[in-house]
């Protein structure tokens, strides 16, 4: 028993001893803050309050209106246009791959090429991995830069045949219609927060756009453009001390100037001679012109939506034999595009 109640009395004064320590530590810290408080005057103290009351109140009213009744009935009222968008930009992220879906063994892949594996996925591209390297002597990385495009063919390995070309003319129709829906959803967005501006209050659109944006169901656009594939020549001295580099971007610029590179320099087959066209950026806009910027397939055009994405088609693809003639390609709306997949649509009337 006795020694029972020893145990208890230790036990006991174990505790107590705890309770008076943490009692000192609130005692020191009250009495920080209150020096702290003292230190900063009275006016920095009540200015400190109100920025916090007026934030708090604020937040308060954020979440009462964008639960309340009348935001669900604005929301509601743009539901179909917001969904358009969404798709659109859904649409604009899957094109990213195209480029990850060229056939290498036709494009080449040099031994020379580090890291030259396109397996890169969605969340990488935002790091840049979109980059291969060559790593070469100081004289060629002096004349790469001299002269990009033949190096970055000669380098990496960029066949001049009709193949190869047919699959930059892919991949420059589709960062056009990346770079186009980008900027047309961007634009449809501000139309459609326009539309809405009168019902939502002045207070939400000028500090809150993003979280308005966000709540009303626009999923977020990606402006960035690290999507693109960047090639690098890089010259590393022995020691290590000198390096010089590079970079060959391949935006729609480089794109246009890779097509004419490759299209000056392949010798076409006398009867494809002479007919195909090549498929650049001013053909597409002359594409569209002769359409009238409509959708061949569902007669869309811009003056009925004033940001829709137009592409051009090839009306017989180019995998089942068609040419990149006047006559063989189309504006399509990006739905109707993308709903044709490899199925033929005869609708074009030629002009
Ligand atoms: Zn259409």
Known sequence: MKKKDEQNLFILSIIVAIIYGIFKIIKTALLAVLDFLNYIKK????????????????????YLYFKSKKFKGIKNSIKQHIINCNELNNYTEELKYSYLNLEYSE???????????????????????????????????????????KYLCKYFNIQKNEQSLSDFENVLNNFTSIEQGKSLLKKERERILKSISKSVPDIISLFSEKRLISELGFEKINFSNSYIPIFTFEYVSAGGNSSTKCEIKLDIENLNKLLNYLNSIIKWRKSIAGQRALMTSPLREKIKKRDNYRCCNCNLGIVDEKNLLLEIDHIIPVSKGGLTTEKNLQTLCWKCNRKKGTKIITVYNTV
């Open 107 to 149: 494009v080449g892949e040099s031994q020379m090429i580090d890291n030259s594996k396109y397996s890169f996925k969605r969340k990488e591209w935002n790091n840049n991995k979109s980059k291969q390297t060559f790593h070469c002597s100081a004289t060629i990385c002096k004349n790469a830069n001299n002269n990009p495009i």
């Open 43 to 62: 006016p920095a103290i009540i200015f400190l309050i109100t920025v916090l009351t007026i934030y708090i109140i604020y937040e308060i009213f954020l």
